[in-house]
């Protein structure tokens, strides 16, 4: 399995058993959550161009929320790519009325299942299984209510604690205690850094908002563009 960082934020290429699968694009120069008087933030650096990009054979989307599930980017993909997700991504994706396959997670061509979290609506964690590795997918963060029996090769979860008030949900990153208490539950060899990109905010959750972002050589932190061969470090 080949793991392909392609921007500071939270979008991957997974490259696997002769599939690309493209995870969370969000490459336009901001997104913003319900209103931009509530939640607006913006890139800093430079994004791919879809033309750098290797066209991907799925698109999966892990959250709701537009830097994961971001129409204006996902919209310059050709209708034809297949879109894997939960059944309430499916929804939101289907009223734009773009893409024409939409696949829940029984139906994907490989193996990936959601496992069970805490507070599941803002930290999902994913399960992919290649034919030779096996990794746990956690943006945000995740508290795991079950731990799958099986042996995970890798762990790609966000190392930033980013916390606003409970009126406005509460912790958001769990940062990096998280993610190492999670790499050592899945007995995982690595953990890689994801979603902790330094965006601009504005809105009224970027007043509320604490960031704090650790840096350790206990976790790998791929940079933009870097492709990582999980089969070579296993």
Known sequence: MQLTK??????????????HVLVDPWFTP?????HPWFSRQF???????LSEIQ?????????????????????QFSSDIPVIAIPSILKKIAKWGH????LPLSSAPFHVEVLKTKN???????????????????PHGAVLKNIPNVKIDAVISTTLCYQLPFFLGGTINLGQESAVRLQQQLRANLLLTTHNEDKK??????????????????????????????????
């Open 120 to 138: 599941a609506l803002v930290h999902k964690a994913y399960l992919f299984e290649s034919s030779q590795n096996k990794i746990v997918f956690a």
């Open 99 to 102: 893409f024409q396959t939409l």
């Open 55 to 75: 066209s991907p054979d799925f698109i999966f989307i892990s959250h709701r929320y537009t830097d994961h599930c971001n129409r204006e980017t996902l919209l």
């Open 6 to 19: 392609l921007n500071a934020d939270s979008s991957w290429m997974f490259y696997f058993d002769g599939l």
């Open 201 to 234: 905010g504005e809105g009224l959750v970027s007043f509320f908002a604490k960031r704090k972002l650790s840096e350790s050589s206990a976790f790998l932190e791929l940079k933009p563009g870097q492709v990582f061969d999980l089969a070579a470090h296993n």
């Open 43 to 49: 890139h800093l650096d430079p994004q791919p161009q």
């Open 30 to 34: 901001a997104q913003v959550d319900f």
